[in-house]
């Protein structure tokens, strides 16, 4: 596609539930971020794949959070048992090479109630 | 800890002037950086990018410079137009390394016509 697509754009969720965020990154990108924003902040860094392997998970807050990447191309971040502070917009960036400008999809503004 | 830092919430300028927004880091191991332009309700987009081998970078209306000494990085906006109002983040990452780039809180621009 011509750009980074998450979907849902917004996702209402209930103390407890479970969600899953999806990320759909640039054609040819071998490189997929997800980060997290909290309001008045800047995107705080959580996991970070290449192709289909997650080389680093460093900024995941809890185990409550995955994400996968499975063929290296869609990607799906997963909040187990929500909690009101999980509530953010997350953001997906995907990137042409390691270290290269991130383009980010439009996030997906999580509302944990 | 915030390893970036951008110390003015918000910033006003007239239109046709400069806009000057500010940018400190405390890792001295960040070599690449990065200025992203965001506007409400959509992700962040990539605006100009200087390596720590150069001083300067110009693109167009904007120039970013780096001041390695003092762990300080400036966006200069000439002339500002209204069009340029926005959020704007800037980020800072190691190259080789570059799986994880550092955010800013973000400095709010307001060209007023």
């Known amino acids: 596609g011509a750009g980074v697509s998450q979907s849902p754009r917004y996702k209402v969720a209930k103390r407890g539930q479970d969600v899953a965020l999806r990320c759909d990154p640039i054609s040819g990108h071998v490189s997929l971020f997800w980060y997290q924003q909290a309001l008045g902040q800047g995107p705080e860094f959580l996991t970070y794949?290449?192709?289909?392997?997650?080389?680093?998970k460093s900024g995941l807050p809890s185990d409550r959070f995955f994400a996968e990447r499975p063929e290296g191309s869609v990607s799906t971040l997963k909040i187990q048992r929500t909690q009101q502070e999980d509530s953010a917009v997350y953001l997906c960036?995907?990137?042409?090479?390691?270290?290269?400008?991130?383009?980010f999809g439009s996030g997906t503004q999580l509302s944990v109630l | 800890d915030q390893q970036v830092k951008q110390n003015s919430p918000s910033l006003s300028v007239q239109e046709g002037r400069i806009s000057i927004l500010n940018c400190d880091y405390t890792n001295s191991m960040f070599d690449y950086f990065l200025w992203y332009k965001k506007y409400p309700a959509e992700g962040p987009t990539f605006l100009i990018s200087?390596?720590?081998?150069?001083d300067k970078n110009e693109d167009g209306r904007f120039t970013v410079f780096l001041n390695k000494s003092a762990k300080h990085l400036s966006l200069h906006i000439v002339p500002s137009q209204p069009g340029d109002s926005a959020v704007y983040f800037c980020a800072a990452s190691v190259w080789n390394t570059g799986n994880q780039f550092y955010f800013g809180t973000g400095t709010s621009l307001t060209v007023i016509p």
């Open positions: 200087i390596s720590s081998i150069k």
């Open positions: 794949f290449q192709n289909e392997a997650q080389l680093d």
């Open positions: 960036a995907s990137s042409l090479a390691t270290g290269r400008e991130l383009f």
